[in-house]
């Protein structure tokens, strides 16, 4: 299996991935269960997608039938907006591992660089965006606060990396000046109508690893009601691509990321959909196609939190 070498640890995380965001919760068990027996090793979760808890049972499951070990799987979560104060960051962390029923996650991720008032999770979890009043309330806690906190983690052995997601050059050039513990990955969307050259090019340059998500652009927020421009599986460069491939649009879209050194996560609902989305790297797309996808780039943001409020524009 292709991996990528994170930095500080030397731990070897794969190119390819299982994204758990909108894997439905009553038959999430069984799909992280037949993910991994399918040959998927790096599971994507977050505490924010609501399915940790039946996450944990699919990997409880593979580890029971020993069809992996612990160290084999490279498990990553997410720190949700609400937890970013200091003393908050820990217990989240703990809980998410209770929730996966593990005892440390291979990488944990600051969702988004943007802090929102703490929700008790007795209250509500996964709290999302939102107070009980529909509304958004901003918390001030300083990255740098929550950074100290991950980094805590890591020396605590409750998660072997730290990195950050959805975050910009300026931030993570910041981030940098006080950081006794480097970021090993940085998460952001990235498909050809996203193609973030001067990003992916800062973290190269730090050493950071990219994950790529939604790497099939508009297709992921169908389902969501949320999706703009043109479908990337109707596109002429990417079907072409494919034809001359004889491969599938979408492993078309994720050998392109691939290609590039960036990792991915892609999420099927679907069993034969997800088999055939893990072998995205048995085949190489030649220079002048890799160059046609990456032209289709048009900046198009499909998750940004501006939309939810102005106050959160993050990638302004
Ligand atoms: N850090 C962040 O803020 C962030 C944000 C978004 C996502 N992520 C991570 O990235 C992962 C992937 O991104 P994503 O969930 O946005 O979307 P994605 O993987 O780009 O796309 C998923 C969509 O494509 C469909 N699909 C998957 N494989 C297919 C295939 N072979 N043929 C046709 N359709 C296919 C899925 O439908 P079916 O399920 O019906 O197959 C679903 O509608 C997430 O699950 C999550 O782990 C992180």
Avoid at 105 to 128: A, G, N
């Amino acid at each position: 299996m292709a991996t990528v070498v994170l930095k500080r640890t030397g731990q070897k995380m794969p190119l390819v991935g299982f994204g758990l965001w909108k894997v439905t919760k009553d038959t999430c068990a069984e799909t992280v269960f037949n993910a991994i027996k399918a040959g998927y090793r790096l599971l994507d979760g977050a505490g924010d997608y609501g399915n940790e808890k039946q996450a944990g049972e699919g990997v409880k499951k593979a580890l029971a039938a020993g069809i992996v070990k612990r160290e084999e799987l490279f498990i990553t979560s997410k720190l949700w907006n609400t937890f970013h104060a200091h003393d908050h960051v820990k217990a989240l962390a703990k809980k998410q591992l209770s929730d996966w029923g593990l005892d440390y996650f291979d990488l944990y991720l600051v969702h988004f660089p943007i802090s929102l008032k703490y929700v008790d999770p007795t209250h509500r979890y996964p709290p999302e965006w939102f107070g009980d009043d529909g509304k958004v309330y901003t918390q001030n806690t300083p990255l740098q606060e929550t950074w100290k906190a991950m980094e805590e983690l890591v020396d605590e052995g409750l998660a072997k990396n730290i990195g950050l997601s959805n975050c910009q050059g300026s931030l993570i050039i910041d981030l940098f000046r006080y950081a006794r513990i480097e970021p090993a990955v940085l998460q952001i969307e990235h498909h050809p109508y996203l193609t973030q050259e001067p990003l992916v090019q800062l973290c190269k340059t730090f050493g950071i690893a990219v994950t790529g998500y939604s790497s099939f652009g508009p297709q992921s927020y169908v389902e969501l009601g949320m999706a703009k421009g043109t479908s990337l599986f109707e596109h002429d460069v990417i079907t072409s691509v494919a034809k001359s491939q004889g491969r599938s649009v979408t492993q078309i879209l994720l050998r392109w990321a691939t290609q590039r050194g960036i990792a991915v996560v892609p999420k099927s609902n679907n069993h034969d959909r997800l088999v055939q989305n893990l072998d995205c790297n048995t085949f190489d797309i030649p220079e002048a196609d890799m160059k046609k996808i990456s032209s289709l780039n048009i900046g198009l943001r499909l998750n940004d939190p501006a939309e939810i409020d102005p106050r959160l524009a993050i990638f302004a």
